[in-house]
């Protein structure tokens, strides 16, 4: 299994700002997924985070928006740009162990409120 | 876009009871997966089911796949309390496409 732990666990941002949020896992994995969870709603895939390389974005996701790093096989980062209040949402973190791996293990969670 | 419908949307039952929520889901997958989200908090994954597999127990849960149908249940038994949170199907196609979630079932089971 692999433990996810996300940083920061809630935030308040005021409009047109930038939050950066970070994503560990306490061992190295093939996959990881950045979600996002509207107020009520499930879970929405944002983008496959790819280590060294570009992340892919779902449709209606993009890069400006949302940029992803991802350096090694243990961490990534997704940033929410020019922040409105749409974008107020719970933003999970996701892994899977190995490509052989199935199961997917979330982290608890980045709850954002933007004013 | 979402991989699947749960229904009922909310089940609301006393403690003690079985719940039942089932999921349909659009595209074929390779394998259907069950969380848990108590309120406001990460999703707990409760169980896995493969493509070719029909059915599957994990302590007083019991998940059924009908591939033909494309859909699955997700049964509790002799609820409780705590019990109480939103049950979410996810599905995953073949290779390493990640999940794709329904819209969840929010379960309030009453003391």
């Known amino acids: 299994s692999a433990v996810i732990s996300q940083k920061p666990s809630r935030d308040i941002c005021q409009r047109g700002t930038s939050l950066t949020i970070q994503c560990q896992v306490d061992s190295q994995v093939t996959m990881m997924f950045w979600y996002r969870q509207q107020p009520g709603q499930s879970l929405t895939l944002i983008a496959t985070a790819n280590q060294g390389s570009e992340a892919t974005y779902e449709s209606g996701f993009v890069i400006d928006k949302f940029p992803i790093s991802r350096p090694n096989l243990t961490f990534s980062t997704l940033t929410v740009s020019n922040m409105s209040p749409e974008d107020s949402s719970i933003y999970l973190c996701?892994?899977?162990?190995?490509?052989?791996?199935?199961?997917?293990?979330f982290g608890p969670g980045t709850r954002l409120l933007v004013l | 876009s979402q991989q699947g419908e749960e229904d009922p949307q909310a089940l609301s039952i006393q403690e003690g009871e079985n719940a039942t929520m089932n999921c349909s889901y659009k595209?074929?997958?390779?394998?259907l997966q069950w969380y848990r989200q108590n309120s406001g908090r990460g999703l707990v994954h409760l169980i896995l089911?493969?493509?070719?597999?029909r059915e599957k127990h994990s302590g007083r849960l019991r998940v059924t796949l009908d591939t033909s149908k494309k859909s699955s249940s997700l049964l509790i038994t002799a609820s409780r309390a705590a019990d109480t949170a939103s049950y979410f199907c996810a599905g995953s196609a073949a290779g390493n496409t990640p999940l794709v979630f329904g819209k969840g079932t929010r379960l309030s089971v009453i003391a």
């Open positions: 089911i493969r493509s070719n597999e």
């Open positions: 595209t074929s997958i390779n394998n």
């Open positions: 996701s892994a899977r162990a190995s490509s052989g791996q199935e199961t997917q293990y």
